[in-house]
């Protein structure tokens, strides 16, 4: 059974930095994987940030960057803003149409 | 511009089935496959299973596997899920994706449909 972690909670300044990550409880995450990375206010449809490991989708600042760290996906965030405060997720993709979401961030700016 | 929509809200009692629909525009249609993803309440997102529209193939989680059927009908470019023997617990949103990994292009969502089960 493969699990994709993240970290359940994070909080971040306003105006500052923040990188969020996605792992795998065994083995590397690789670009192989097509991290994506959503978004997601109470009530509303996940939003997407970046998908295909660092592509930003459509309208998205670029103050969200995606990329590889280590043997993890990253999220990062610059310059943080109040209405960044929300659930954050990770898919990968594991072949066969088959994507495994990682259990969610909750940031907090504050 | 891509957009898929959701069929409305519905309410079950344990034991029925249900079955969403999401219909899909903007794209041709059996150029990508459509995953089924669900949110319970206060919890997070869980995918459920995936479709190719160009050939039908299905792949389901392990945990729906045997309650679950996914279909499509491309004459009208459309994707269904149902669900059967409903419990308790599969009270959620349940979204359709076009992509939800990016594997291909950048990832489309629906609006998400209340599926809520209940005596």
């Known amino acids: 059974q493969t699990v994709v972690t993240q970290e359940p909670s994070f909080s971040v300044s306003p105006g500052g930095t923040v990188t969020l990550t996605c792992g795998l409880s065994s083995g590397s995450v690789s670009t192989s994987y097509y991290p994506s990375w959503y978004q997601q206010t109470p009530g509303q449809a996940p939003r997407t940030l970046i998908y295909s490991t660092d592509k930003r989708s459509s309208g998205v600042p670029d103050r969200f960057s995606g990329s590889i760290l280590g043997n993890k996906a990253a999220l990062t965030i610059t310059g943080a803003q109040a209405d960044d405060e929300s659930d954050y997720y990770c898919?990968?993709?594991?072949?066969?149409?088959?994507?495994?979401f990682g259990g969610g961030t909750k940031l907090t700016v504050l | 511009q891509v957009q898929l929509v959701q069929s409305g809200a519905e309410v079950k009692k344990p034991g029925a089935s249900v079955k969403v629909s999401c219909k899909a525009s903007?794209?041709?249609?059996?150029?990508?496959?459509i995953s089924w993803v669900r949110q319970a309440p206060g919890q997070g997102l869980e995918w459920m299973g995936w479709i190719s529209a160009y050939n039908g193939n299905t792949n389901y989680a392990q945990k729906v596997q045997g309650r679950v059927t996914m279909t499509t009908d491309t004459s009208t470019s459309t994707a269904y899920m149902e669900l059967r023997s409903l419990r308790s617990d599969d009270t959620a949103v349940y979204y359709c994706?076009?992509?939800?990994?990016?594997?291909?292009?950048?990832?489309?969502w629906g609006q998400g449909t209340l599926v809520t089960v209940s005596s």
């Open positions: 994706a076009r992509d939800p990994s990016g594997t291909t292009s950048s990832p489309a």
């Open positions: 898919v990968l993709y594991m072949g066969s149409g088959i994507s495994v």
């Open positions: 903007g794209y041709i249609f059996t150029t990508y496959g």
